[in-house]
Nanobody, 123 residues
Framework: VQLQASGGGLAQAGGSLRLSCAASGRTFSNYNMGWFRQAPGKEREFVAVIRWSGGNTYYADSVKGRFTISRDNAKNTVYLQMNSLKPEDTAVYYC?????????????????WGQGTLVTVSS
């Protein structure tokens, strides 16, 4: 699976951005999809995950209630709607794909990764 993330940019605190991740190469609906982020000088961390069917989602506590992960299997795309952004959300955001048998927050278990898109939130 090839993944292409987009939608990053500069936002003010309290603002919103919507990230997209377009998949190609294999059957998108066979994969659970995750979003991760890495801030400068920090480890990559889990943000959100959605099951292949869209029926289950899970979020990091730091984004719960502010971010929403969704997917459109007809468009081979997963989204991350980010609202009420905070400066601490500043990071490179990555989408990742995991074959549908495992629904996980652990980045090391994901099979494919996109190239990342930078989100910068100013205070």
């Amino acid at each position: 699976v090839q993944l292409q993330a987009s939608g990053g940019g500069l936002a003010q605190a309290g603002g919103s951005l919507r990230l997209s991740c377009a998949a190609s190469g294999r059957t998108f609906s066979n994969y659970n999809m995750g979003w991760f982020r890495q801030a400068p000088g920090k480890e990559r961390e889990f943000v959100a995950v959605i099951r292949w069917s869209g029926g289950n989602t899970y979020y990091a506590d730091s984004v719960k209630g502010r971010f929403t992960i969704s997917r459109d299997n007809a468009k081979n795309t997963v989204y991350l709607q980010m609202n009420s952004l905070k400066p601490e959300d500043t990071a490179v955001y990555y989408c990742a794909a995991k074959s549908s048998g495992i629904f996980t927050m652990k980045s090391r278990l994901y099979d494919y990764w996109g190239q990342g898109t930078l989100v910068t939130v100013s205070s």
